[in-house]
Structures are given as C-alpha cells and as structure tokens.
C-alpha cells in the first residue's frame, strides 16, 4: 500500500497532469500503442485490465481490438479524463474503476491480459504490484509491463532518477532494464520477451506538462544542458536551435501467465 505522503503526491501531480499528460503526443502517439497491442498478441475473445490507467490511452487502445478492456486509476481527474477519451472514441466496451492498485479488486484469474505503461517508476513497491498483475491474469494470459528504461551505468542512472524526481515529487525510481527484467521472476513469472520504442519530445513542452517544485524548472533546464556534453542523464538528447529534444528508452516486457 502507497503510504499518505506518497499517496497524496501522486493525487497532486495527476491530478494537475490529466490533460497535459494524456494530450501530449509523446503519450498518444498510434504507432507506440499499436506496438504494445500487437506485442502483447491480444485478440477479439480477450478481457484486458490497465493498472494505474492514466487518461485511459491504452484502454483504449486494447479495447478497439478485444472484447472487454477495463483501467483503474488513483486519481480521479485521470478517470474523468479517460471516460472522456472513451466518449470520443465511441467505445462501449471499457469500464472504468477509481481506486488503488494494492491489492487489486478483482479475483484471482479475472482477466486474460493485465497490463502497466509508464507506472512502475511511481510504484513503491513495483514487485508487489507485479505479483498482483500476476494474481489477476487467468492461467495461459498475458503480463505486460511498459516502462521507462533508466541507463545500466550506476551514476547515470541515479542522475536521470533525481532529475525526474525534481520534475514531478511523485516519482520513485526507473529501473535500468535487468532490473526490471529481474521483477518478473521474483513475481512469480517467467522472463519476460521484450521489445522497445523511444518516448521523443522536447524539453520545454516536458516542462510545459509537469509541475515541478518553485525553482526545479530552472534546475532541471540546467541538467539536460549539462547532459548535452556529458551524457549525464544517459538518453539520447540533441540540440535544434535554442530547443533540446530528449529521446527515453521504453521498455516492453511481456511474460507469459
């Protein structure tokens, strides 16, 4: 169970972040959801749940392919936001619940899919919540996880974590891609196959879309400045004019249940 102090920022920041998050293009892009749909392997007899569903993006997604596709969310704003994007997608076939993820309300084998993108990296306790991704997925389904990947160098992988922790407090830690490989076995899972895409953007509309501390904005611009010449941060990132673009690696895992 997330503990209040965490709790509560994480209400904060999404609640703040519904729209900017699930409007930027780097989130909505078709190509990267048509990814993580194809990879999954999901069909028109599937039930698929989302675990801290955002706005919905990849309910939404799945459910234009299978039968039933269900998201749930802390934040209320994020589901209010989601029912919204259901509404303009014309989908009858979602359902929506606002709540936490530990424990998740659901039986034991409830869904034939069961996936996470761009959550394990706010979670205190990502193997646990893994392990009732587990609990939930039906024997022969699928476990999904989607996530950022931080660098397998030590240093920058604790630079890029202390620079998302000045952009948005709720986050806890990205996990270099063995280690989040390495949750799917102590989740009672076999090793996951995988596959990858670039989360793209700039880094001003990236601010433009957190909610930093008074002051981290400038700290934050100061970082991937610095990153530019030293690689710091451990991503791929450019500079077009007065403008730095930022490429995350995205890790797509999938174990079979």
């Known amino acids: 169970m997330t503990t209040p102090s965490h709790r509560d920022m994480i209400l904060d920041q999404f609640s703040r972040q519904a729209v900017p998050f699930s409007t930027s293009p780097g989130i909505k ?147 270099p891609l063995t280690e989040l490989r390495g949750l799917f076995p102590q989740a009672g899972l076999p090793a996951p196959r995988g596959t990858s895409y670039r989360l793209e953007g700039e880094l001003e509309a990236l601010l433009g879309r957190s909610f930093p501390l008074a002051g981290d904005a400038d700290k934050i611009r100061e970082i991937f400045a610095a990153s530019l010449g030293d690689d710091r941060l451990g991503i791929p990132m450019a500079r077009e004019d007065a403008r730095i673009r930022y490429a995350y690696p995205v890790a797509v895992l999938v174990a079979d249940r």
């Open 29 to 175: 892009d078709e190509q990267a959801l048509r990814l993580i749909v194809e990879f999954s392997g999901a069909g028109p007899e599937d039930t698929v749940l989302d675990v801290a569903c955002g706005g919905g993006i990849v309910v939404c997604a799945f459910a234009r392919v299978v039968r039933h596709a269900t998201g749930i969310d802390l934040t209320p704003a994020m589901i209010e936001r989601a029912r919204s994007l259901q509404a303009e997608q014309g989908l009858s076939n979602v359902s929506w619940k606002q709540g936490d993820v530990l424990p998740l309300p659901w039986p034991d084998g409830a869904f034939s899919i069961v996936t996470s993108r761009f959550a394990f990296h706010h979670f205190l306790d990502p193997r646990a919540v893994l392990a009732e991704m587990r609990r939930v997925c039906a024997p022969g389904g699928k476990v999904v996880v989607i996530d950022t990947e931080a660098s397998p160098d030590v240093a920058k992988a604790a630079e890029f974590n202390r620079m998302e922790k000045l952009r948005d407090p709720s986050h806890v830690r990205a996990m």
